[in-house]
């Protein structure tokens, strides 16, 4: 469907990986792919034990003294639908289509993020006329649950101390610094008691959603949970039966449901009135609604539903720091909620670019954890990329892009949690950039990705590797 869009061999490895389920942890279908890719070029590979694969090409003829370059990008994908799409992220491939300047995929998530980057990488090592030095193609696994693949990449094995990563979805910016990024899971446990009280069920639906590092400084999709608990805050006497919403710890949640009893007379005015406020903000798109007849014949006790409400409230989301140029340097994200049979989960993630405000949050979260008696039941640390005084490899991808385009490719620093931070752990004299064709609103099923963006970038690598 894509081989007519140019260019056509991007596109081609594109819709063909979009044919492969390949959601965060079962990549081996895809990893299958690259092998046969691989086997049929007569091209050097090898795998390990965490679904990473790196295929490697000899330096074109003339560049055989010329550094190692490696390419990097994710095989997994975020997994997210509307309510109404029937697909099975486990055996159904992606439908494509083309609107205007976009390709999508209806009803879910595209996976350019980063299937993009892989289709680029494909091309390249397909494509004969690239006078390249020698290519060290780097693939890894679950970058959007664990990032396993690079923790456990052994780099022993990478000649290149320069890797380009095609996981950036802003065309015409250069990554060069990413944010560190802390994410938990805790659970409040509880116990059930009867109830004869009017219930209501607040439900929120239809939100933009996205990446909560790309996306979170974008005040105009909203936290569904953040406001749902706003409301419950201006009613003051609130007993929870049910509060379910929201996805993974590194999407923004694009609905909640809550269930609730309360003894405040005036609750249906209050909560109509805080629902218009927030419908006028967020637009005539999203679901605000209220059900002031929910059934509910059992709550929370009163304690522990306290304990969830104020917690949530009190976490700071969305964007908290910003430089002067609007950039966030500092973000929370509340993501995800379920009531279970005896316990609330809730999974919630911090990113900071600047070491000091991460230690400022970590102390004040340490506090409120303790507060809130949250039981901890899982957490990570996801290494960022620290800014170097002098990145060489960024200046000659400026370089190039400039004498290609005219334009200047402008270095930025992101809240996005990028692999080159475990990459450069491991290897601290590795100099890492990350760029990529434009991808909006990455994370969600409205994800698109521009045909004439990804046209430029794939012009844009050609040309600097035959640079290089």
Not at 253 to 259: A, D, F, N, T
Request: charge should be negative; glycine fraction near 6%; include cysteine.
């Amino acid at each position: 469907m894509l081989e007519g869009l140019k260019p056509c061999k991007v596109m081609r490895f594109f819709e063909e990986i979009s044919k492969i389920p390949r959601r965060s942890g079962e990549e081996d279908k895809v990893v299958e792919y690259l092998k046969k890719f691989a086997i049929e070029r007569n091209l050097e590979y090898y795998t390990d034990n965490y679904r990473n694969i790196v295929i490697k090409k000899e330096a074109s003829q003339g560049k055989e003294n010329s550094p190692a370059i490696a390419l990097q990008a994710h095989t997994d994908m975020i997994c997210e639908k509307l309510p109404e799409s029937n697909h099975d992220f486990s055996k159904d491939g992606l439908e494509l289509y083309v609107d205007g300047d976009f390709i999508r995929a209806k009803g879910t998530t595209l996976g350019a993020d980063n299937g993009i980057g892989v289709a680029i990488i494909l091309a390249v090592l397909d494509c004969e006329k690239i006078k390249a030095p020698k290519l060290e193609c780097i693939f890894t696994s679950e970058e959007e649950t664990t990032m396993l693949g690079a923790i456990n990449l052994d780099l022993a094995n990478i000649e290149s101390n320069r890797i380009i990563s095609l996981d950036n979805g802003k065309e015409g910016k250069i990554l060069i610094s990413s944010a560190e990024c802390n994410e938990w899971k805790g659970k409040v446990n509880f116990t059930r008691k009867e109830t004869a009280k009017p219930g209501f069920e607040l439900i929120y639906d239809n939100f933009k959603g996205g990446h909560s590092g790309g996306n979170i400084g974008d005040e105009t999709r909203g936290n569904p949970i953040k406001l749902a608990i706003e409301i419950l805050k201006k009613l003051e006497d609130v007993q929870l039966a049910d509060i379910t919403g929201g996805s993974q710890v590194n999407v923004i949640p694009r609905e909640v449901s809550v269930k609730f009893v309360t003894e405040n007379k005036n609750a249906e005015e209050i909560i109509i009135k805080e629902i218009t406020k927030q419908k006028e903000f967020y637009g005539k798109d999203v679901k605000i609604e209220l059900n002031k007849d929910a059934e509910i014949t059992e709550v929370i006790n009163k304690e522990n539903s306290n304990k969830i409400i104020d917690f949530i409230e009190e976490f700071q989301s969305g964007a908290i720091k910003k430089e002067e140029q609007g950039n966030v340097l500092q973000s929370g994200n509340m993501a995800k909620v379920r009531t279970n049979e005896n316990d609330i989960e809730i999974e919630f993630s911090e990113r900071s670019n600047v070491p000091e405000f991460e230690k400022e949050y970590l102390e004040n979260l340490e506090s409120l954890i303790k507060k809130y008696d949250i039981e901890i039941v899982w957490n990570q640390t996801l290494k960022g990329v620290p800014k170097r005084e002098k990145n060489t490899l960024a200046s000659e991808c400026e370089k190039v892009y400039k004498e290609l385009y005219n334009e200047e490719m402008e270095e930025i620093v992101s809240q996005g949690v990028v692999e080159g931070g475990f990459f450069i752990n491991k290897k601290p004299s590795c100099e890492y950039v990350c760029i990529g064709p434009n991808i909006f609103d990455v994370h969600s099923p409205s994800e698109r990705l521009s045909i004439g963006s990804t046209k430029k970038i794939w012009k844009f690598i050609k040309e600097l590797l035959n640079k290089m």
